[in-house]
């Protein structure tokens, strides 16, 4: 473990913060005299993630430990993905349309869609959710549009598109 906030009590209370990538976006939620010993951490960032422990020491408890320990888990939104093809666009052929992000957390989700005018939304087995791809078999002309691809996790989404002319 890493000491990230001290509270060393004294005629003065000095609150010391230690030297981590954290120093200049943590401390004290109150004052220290308030007894609620609550931090906060500005600018979360993914590695920011992990357990965090709080302890007190009570001068006249020392039989007691005072710990509490937390998880903290930073989301990430998932970053703009991108969208391919897979396969020649010819009548009758199949192709795989592929949508992946190359940041997230958790792992994004992936749907895709055609726009209008032919609004279609698809399901497995021809989309797979879980790696991104959609399989379109059969090709005819009508098939032909814009695809959309929507990459999603409780943080956030992004789209990406991709044209196919069969």
Not at 121 to 140: E, H, W
């Amino acid at each position: 473990p890493v000491q990230i906030l001290a509270y060393l009590p004294g005629r003065d209370g000095v609150v010391k913060v230690e030297e981590t990538d954290l120093k200049p976006r943590t401390g004290f939620l109150y004052s220290v005299s308030t007894r609620n010993i609550s931090m906060f951490i500005n600018a979360t960032r993914e590695q920011d993630s992990g357990q965090y422990m709080c302890t007190v020491s009570v001068v006249d408890d020392r039989l007691e430990k005072n710990i509490g320990i937390i998880n903290l888990t930073v989301l990430v939104p998932p970053a703009a993905p991108t969208c391919r093809l897979h396969g020649s666009a010819v009548v009758g052929a199949n192709v795989t349309l592929s949508c992946s992000s190359k940041k997230g957390k958790p792992s994004p989700t992936y749907q895709w869609q055609r726009e209008p005018p032919t609004l279609q939304v698809f399901f497995p087995p021809a989309q797979d959710r879980a790696r991104g791809t959609l399989k379109l078999t059969n090709l005819s002309l009508e098939m032909s549009g814009v695809y959309v691809c929507r990459a999603e996790n409780q943080a956030g989404s992004k789209n990406c598109s991709i044209v196919l002319e069969v």
